[in-house]
Every structure is written in structure tokens, then in C-alpha cells.
């Protein structure tokens, strides 16, 4: 907070308060075409609630509330203006017709296009109001807002990364994450953790391979582009937004009280009590883990910047701190970050900018799974007292003292009737959960420094020539501390891991670019070449040996094992370019083409060639349609595209490697290496191949606006291990091989509701379908996985079905509890066994009565979003729903204590044939269909006289909430149905063991302007 309070200070200083006189502004809003009058237009004066509305005749009269400052005019199905005031009295305004928002300005990747001639598929998502979301990654408030993109809060703990997908996922073992590009810099998905969103102007996601193919051997996945703030012409302006407040979870039902299982056992055993129920009704103890575990937090975040500059100079400066606490014991999430930006016009020839952003982040994992935290007894204290201490077993554990923490074993061999007997009610030998949480301490401090400049230069009319370098350094450093009471083993099981990672890239990047109109012939080009360059350099450390917990450091350990440096690099040379035609604004054309060359592929193919075409119709220009009174925007496209992956193997799979290795010559020991893997000179990317036809329609001068795109993307030439002669040496290599496809359809909406002078409503919806299918899977249909072997739930790779799919037998019923050894303990268990059916009907169980339970991929993903402003309230809102997708959820049977040792059936039972472990039945595999309010946010605008007393040029107040409702299936029985593990493979997808659970949070905030 001091931090936050001197920066503040500090830029303030350069602030210069004006004090304002009202002036009375008159004037005529017309038509830019036909100049007629617009009656009903909105004329306000910025950054206020003050405004008007023109009459009949297109007249306004605007009293201002001071003698300077901006007017903005808006009219439903026109461009909106702004206008600058400065003594003057009257303004006549021409508005120019807005078909659908199609002189809008879209990034397309190296350049920028009229959003009336794309002919790909692009969806741009500007900052209005999502720096207000209480997330803390820029990536969490983008969800709901696109089709076609699905991002899964997979890992719900503060600061972690999502799970993005755009259109599927098409590889089996590449990352199927798409490109993000910053500012015209690509950076790894992890980035996006530190970028304040604040800083951010918009977000372009280029979802068809004809608009991702200019990215080459990294576009396979899709691109999302974001755009930082910039400076604008005009006077210095300060911005601040700061929010504040508590992070919750949901009370989730996942296991019965004491009570409620004591009333159990007595319904069904007679109205009689067992001695171990007896035992802890007489122990008195109850300890409600999940409020011990999920204990909440807070979230809040400050942010301020000032932007301005001359005709020649525009600058942005800002600077932010983020703190997010989680709602997990231990969970918390730390961000510091600053961006510096310049652009400058040195003369009519040469222009120069420049963009650094460094930030610090600092995490505190969760350290074990919430499965582990939550299964031990209820019953069980966290510390002993006064109470519990005299039901200690002293034979076993005669140096416990009060205050220690509490293990279920200590509570065992207790004489209930003192009658020499011995009662035991422990479940499992682990520590307390308090203690396996607090006494170990797993961080992450990650520092990163993004900066990039260009010197342009105006060469002739509409030619450009463009040269830009870029760097990105990283400095990642992992700690993970395992204290003496953290587990039960004691200070045997001690240990510290230190890891350090350093990364830096450098980006070279020079570029022709052609912007140019003939009469009716518009044309757009790019031409030029990249290099780019990767350096990692890695240190491990592992200490094991200490005695004590008050020194963690690798120095205080007794034995350093593991120890180990690794350092490699990768570089990559491309050949980019895009030709843009437009003939008379109706008849559109788009070619591009990149040529990459990796250092990461075979010799024979280090070059890869990525085409892309794309054509549109503007039908809505013909003659025959234009200036429809109903249809106001109406064109036709359809794009064919390459593009590739080349994150599937390592920096040099394709090379034969070797390792050392310690054998014994003479006596002696003697290092040697031995080769590890097969070189393979013909290894390249992955390719997919795409076909995307595509409508965009608007209605009524677009109020409302619809779009629709129906894809196919074939992904081939897989990175695949291949079974090989073992006369090589060894037995698989990893080859290019198999395919997979994704199809589906996306559909936004964007609709004006209501737009007058006090009142306004726009909404929009998007929905998208896509269906996964394994079309080539090189001779290994039918291979079935698992994931963890101790709990070898099984999956199924079938050629016609997803890539991957659950598979396992079908239930029929429990085991009756008279065939059941212990049917009332553990408190909320459940046997590990339960009947299935007979699919086959052969009359016996076995491995032909498996079927395929479900796929991971949700059939249905939608976002729907509403704005509304009243004077100077406003309110919006996101709901977001995801349906037909499946996990496979463990969780259970560690809640339920599913173990044959607890509650196995007996010798006797008849129908041991019968019966299979719950875990390979459809009883684990879930619906995880959700319904989210993913945010909430409720406003109010000061008026502008008020502000100005107060020293400030606007001030808006709000109340935000994220998660506050959140919908799951009546079968899912965990916290979070999108938390599922991220395995090293897609052939094992949907797996959730131990998922945090979804957060809640409702701040208080603040806007200010001066």
C-alpha cells in the first residue's frame, strides 16, 4: 500500500487542475451521404452524465459544464464522433453510416485491415469494463466473450493458467494452447498472468488457419493478438482503477456430519450405535475440513496510468499491484507490472516507438491435493487439548503433548468399555491435513522484462518499410519445502527442491508494407522476413538430510543429490507475405504465405510452406441491396488455409542424443554416453489443413448484427511414437504420422437493443459446436490408457470417436450391506466394489461388457453478455455455459473411503464375479456441464460538477462480482467441474483427482479520471 500511495503521489505531482466555466454549445447533426437531418442523435459531454438529444430538424443545444473539454455524438447505426471544444460555440456534425462496424480496425498479424474487407475469421474483444472483473489473469476475463474459443478455469488456484482452445484440439501429443502475440511479439501462454489488464486495449482472435496461417509453423492452434494502450494526442490524462474485496467458495455437500451418520447407523442397524461410532460420539470432536481448507481470501488490485502527448509525440505510462489471496489454504497470488510506451514522429520520413513492460509475479501453491486435504475423518482434531489428549494411545505414542498436531492413529487401541478391549477408529497413517498443508511451502517467483522497438520509414506514397527487434527475458525460480511435521515420517522425510529457470528470446523483424487506393482497386501488402532465437538455461537442486525446519535452504542439507544445469536453443527463420485486394468495397481477396525454417525439425525438412486464400462478397454493396432499409450489412466469405505445430517434440528429438552414463573399466568408474533415441531427418510440424465458410449480416443500419462460420480442420502428420525394428537399437521413434479432425459451427450476435439520451441496452451472444474425431491413429485404434496405475480408470483411443473417450463398464447396483464386512465406517463410506451390468449378455463380467461412458469435449459452449446504462448508472453482466462434456471424477472414492480395507464384502459373498471397483464404472464418469455468472458489475457515474469540486475530471464507483452463481449438474459431485488434471497426453483427457474449487469474489471499486 505504501508502494501503491507514492506512486500515486508521484504522478500526481504533474497534474494541473482546472477549474471550468459552463458554456452553451449549439449545433446540427446530418447525415455524411445525404446530409437529412438525424433527430434523436445523443450529444454528450465526456467523461459526464450531461447531454442532450438533437430534435427533428437534427438541432441540439448543450449547456457544458465547462469551457473546454470534449463532446461525444452518437446516433444508432452511424459512426460515433468526438469533438474538442475550446470556446467554441457552435459545431455542425456530419455522421458517417456504420454497416455494422465495418471501418472498424482489426490486428491481423503483421498489419491491420478494415473490419468491412475481412475475409477470414476474426473476433475482436475490446477493454470495456473487463479490467474491473475480479480476476487476476487478463486470460480469465476474455472468457465467455468469443466463439469458438473455450477457456476452462482447469486449475482454479489464484494467478494459474487456464486451459484455452480454439476450435478443438487437434494433437495428440503437441501443446494444443494457441499463439499469444503481444503488441506484434509472440510469448508464452504463461504471460498472460502478467499482464495488467488495464493496460490492454483489445483482444483479436484469429480462429481459421486462412488468418493464422501468416503465423506459420506456430498458427495450428489459432492466434490470440492483443493490443497494449497508447498514448493520444492531446493533454496529459491520469486513469485510475482500483477494487477491493473478499474471495469465497460455495459450501459443498461432498460428505455426511457426524451427526447425519450417526442417525444413519442407528435407521439401519437397529437403533444400536457400533463401538466405533460410540467412540467418537464420546471423543466429541468435529472438524469441518472444507472450512478449514477453503478459508477464503481477498482479492484487490490498483492501477494507474497516464497517457498523452503532441502531433509528433504520444506516450503511455502505467503501473500496477495485484494481490489475490485464493480461497485455498496457503493459495496466494502476487503481481507487480509497469508498461512504458512510446511512439514518436521524428519527421514526414521516419517514426520511432518503443514498449517495455517488466513485472514480478510471486505464487504460493495449494501443496497437495484438495482430494488429500479432505479425506481424513471428520472426527479429527487439528491440535490436541485438554480433551483429546487422554484418548492418545501412549503405548505407540507416549511423547504427544497438547498442542501437537492430531493424527488419526493416535486415537486408536482405546479401551471404550474398560473391559481390556481395543477400539480402533483411524482410516489412514497420514499426518493431520493442517500440518500437510502449513509445513510445506511451495513458491514460485517469476520475473519477466518484454520490450520492443521499430524505426519506420515513409519511403514512397502508401510504401513502408519496417524494422523491428524485440527481447523477452524470464527468470523463473521454484522452491518447494517439505518440513519435519508435514509428513509421517518426520525429519527422514524432510526435503527442499530449488529450481532455476532463465529464458530469453530476440526477435528480428524487418517488413515492407503497401497501403494503396485506385478509385475503386484497394490494396494491402506485406512482405519481409523474421528471425527469432530461444536460449534456456535450467538449474535443479535437491537437499535432503536436514534436522531441523528453521533453516530451508539447499546449504542446511546433509545430502545434495540431483543436482544438474541444462542449456539448449532454438532459433527460427521465416519468410512472410500477404496481398489484400478489394474491388469497389464489394469484391474482397486475401493470399498469404510464410516459409519457416525451424532448427527443431529433421535436416530434410527444416523448411515448412504455409499457403492461405481467402475471397468475400460484400452483397449488401450491389446495387440491388444498397441502402436496404432492412439489410444493412450482408457478405459472403470462405478461406482455405495451411498452418502447423511445432511445440510436439524437444529442441532436438530430430538429432540422435546421447547421455552419460557411469561403467566400471578396471576398477575404475568411467563416464561414457550411450545414444537415447533414433534420429529421424525427415521429422517435421504437424500440419492442419482448414476450410471455413462464413456469413456477416446486420439488420436495421446494424442494431443487429449476426455472424456465422462453419469450419473443417483436418490436423495431420501427427508426432506419433512408432514401433520400430528393434535391430536399431531401440523400439519406437517419433514420427509424423495419424490424423485428427475438428468440425462445428460458431454464431455471434451483437445487437442495440435501446440507445437514447438517458437510457441504452446492447447485448450480445455467442454459441459454438465442435465435434472431435480421431480419423488416423497409425494402426493403434483401440489402444487403451490410464492415468494414475494405482487407479487404472481406463480411456479409449478409437479411430470414428473423439480423441479421447472414457471406457469402462456400465453400473447396476450396490453390494447389500449384509454381504459388507463394515457397512457404517468410515464415516460417509461406500464399498469399493460395486455390480455391473452385462452388456453383452453372455451371462458372465468381463472385459468384453466395457463401453464408451462419454468424451472430455463439451458438445455446446455459449456467452452471453448485457450492458445497460441509466444516466449515470450502468450495469452488465456475463453468463457463460458449457454442456455435454464429461470427467472422469476420483474424487469420491477418497471422500468415500472406497477401499477394500475398510469396507470389502465378505467370503461369503455369492456374486463375487459380479462386481468391479467403482472407479472403472460410469458411477466416476460425471456430467460437467456448468452455467456461470462468470461477472457482474454495477456502476455509478459522478456528475461532472461534483467531480470537478472534488479536483478530478470523472469519478465512477462500482460494486463487481465474478462467479457469484455457478450451476453444475445434479451428478457432478466434487467443487469444480472444469478442474480437471492436465495429463501429458489428450488421450487422457478429463481427468479430476483433487481440483481446487471454483472461486467467488465480490469487490468494491473505483474509476478516476483527472
Known sequence: MKKLTSLIVFMVAFMNIVWAQQVEIRGTIVDANTNEPLPGATIMEKGTTNGTVSDVKGNFVLKTLSSSGYITVTFVGYLGQEFQFNGSTSINIQLKPDVAGIEE??????????????????????????????????????????????????????????????????????????????????????????????????????????????????????????????????????SFNGFAGPKFTADFDYRPSISEWKQFVLDNNGGVLTDRMAYIEKLGTETDWQDVMFDGGTIQNYSLSARGG?????????????????????????????????????NKIIEFGANVSPSQTYKRDFPIGVHDALRQSPWLPIWHDENTIQYVDRSKYPDVQIGDYAMERHFDNYDLYNDGGDTDISTTSNVNPYAKVVERKYTVKDFKLLSNAYLRFHLLDGLTFTSRVAANYRHRQDEEWVGSKAHRNGTSAMESNYDTDTYTYWLSENMFSYNKTFGKHDISA?????????????????????????????????????AATYKSEESLHSIISRFNYAYDSKYLFSLSARYDGS???????????FPAASVGWRI??????????????????????????????????????????????????VTGFNQINIANNDLRWEKSVEFTPGIDIGFMKNRWNFTIDYYVRRSNDLLLS???????????????????????????????????????????????????????????????????????????????????????????????????????????????????????????????DRAILGSPYPKWVWGFTNTFRYKGFDFSFTLQGSHGAKVRNLDPQYFENQFASNMDYVDTFPDKDK????????????????????????????????????????????????????????????FNPEGVTNDDSPLRGGYQVGAAPYAKA??????LEF
Not at 316 to 339: C, E, H, P
Not at 550 to 556: H, L, M, P, R, V
Not at 922 to 949: E, H, M, W
Not at 956 to 972: H, K
Open 620 to 669: 449488401s454493396e450491389e446495387e440491388f441491396l444498397k441502402n436496404n432499409d432492412l439489410i444493412s450489412n450482408l457478405k459472403v466469405r470462405v478461406s482455405y488455409g495451411v498452418t502447423g505445430n511445432n511445440s510436439g517434440i524437444g529442441r532436438y528429438d530430430a538429432i540422435s542424443k546421447l547421455s552419460a552414463v557411469t561403467a566400471i573399466v578396471n576398477g575404475n568408474a
Open 915 to 974: 462386481v468391479v471397483q467403482r472407479i472403472f464404472t460410469d458411477l466416476c464418469v460425471q456430467d460437467a456441464s456448468f452455467i456461470a455468472l462468470r461477472s457482474i458489475n454495477l456502476g455509478y457515474t459522478l456528475p461532472k460538477a461534483l467531480a470537478q469540486k472534488l479536483g478530478i475530471g470523472s469519478a465512477r464507483i462500482y460494486v463487481s462480482g465474478s462467479n457469484l452463481i455457478y450451476l453444475m449438474a445434479d451428478s457432478y459431485t466434487s
Open 1002 to 1007: 465480490m469487490t468494491v471499486g473505483l474509476n
Open 105 to 238: 480496425v482489426v490486428v491481423i498479424g503483421y498489419g491491420t485491415q478494415k473490419k468491412s474487407h475481412l475475409t477470414g475469421s476474426i473476433s475482436k474483444v475490446t477493454n470495456e469494463g473487463m479490467d474491473q472483473i475480479p480476476v487476476s489473469r487478463a486470460d480469465q476475463a476474455l472468457i465467455g466473450k468469443v466463439s469458438g474459443v473455450n477457456i476452462q478455469t482447469t486449475d482454479a488456484t489464484a494467478g494459474a493458467s487456464p486451459t484455452i482452445r480454439v476450435r478443438g484440439i487437434g494433437s495428440i501429443t503437441a501443446d494444443a494452447s494457441p499463439l499469444i502475440v503481444v503488441d506484434g511479439v509472440v510469448v508464452d501462454n504463461d504471460y498472460l498472468g502478467s499482464l495488467d489488464m488495464n493496460d490492454v486495449e483489445s483482444f483479436e482472435i484469429l480462429k481459421d488457419a486462412a488468418s493464422a496461417a501468416i503465423y506459420g509453423s506456430r498458427g495450428g492452434n489459432g492466434i490470440i493478438m492483443i493490443s497494449t494502450k497508447q498514448g493520444k494526442e492531446g493533454q496529459t490524462k491520469f
Open 526 to 562: 506485406v512482405a519481409g522476413m523474421t528471425w527469432e532465437k530461444w536460449n534456456t538455461v535450467s538449474e535443479d537442486m535437491e537437499g535432503t538430510g536436514y534436522q531441523f525446519d528453521y533453516i530451508q535452504t539447499i546449504n542446511a542439507a546433509t545430502v545434495i543429490a540431483n
Open 310 to 346: 503532441s502531433k509528433k509525440t504520444k506516450y503511455f505510462i502505467s503501473g500496477s499491484y495485484l494481490s489475490d489471496d485464493g480461497v485455498l489454504l496457503t493459495d496466494s497470488y502476487n503481481k507487480m507490472s509497469a508498461r512504458l510506451k512510446i511512439d514518436t514522429k521524428v
Open 722 to 848: 512408432q514401433e520400430i525394428p528393434s535391430v536399431t537399437g531401440f523400439t519406437s521413434a517419433t514420427v509424423n504420422i495419424g490424423e485428427v479432425k475438428n468440425s462445428g459451427f460458431e454464431f455471434e450476435f451483437l445487437g442495440r437493443v435501446f440507445s437514447q439520451k438517458d437510457f441504452s441496452w446492447t447485448t450480445s451472444f455467442n454459441l459454438s459446436h465442435n465435434k472431435n474425431e480421431l480419423v488416423d491413429f497409425a494402426g493403434a485404434s483401440g489402444l487403451i490408457t490410464y492415468v494414475d496405475a494405482k487407479r487404472p480408470a481406463e480411456y479409449i483411443a478409437l479411430e470414428g470417436y473423439p480423441i479421447s473417450s472414457f471406457y469402462g463398464y456400465v453400473y447396476e447396483k450396490d453390494i447389500p450391506n449384509e454381504y459388507l464386512k463394515n457397512p457404517f465406517y468410515p464415516i460417509g463410506g461406500k464399498s469399493q466394489d460395486v455390480y455391473v451390468k452385462d452388456l453383452n449378455g453372455d451371462g458372465e463380467i468381463d472385459s468384453d
Open 599 to 609: 532448427s527443431r525439425f529433421g535436416k530434410d525438412t527444416k523448411y515448412g510452406f
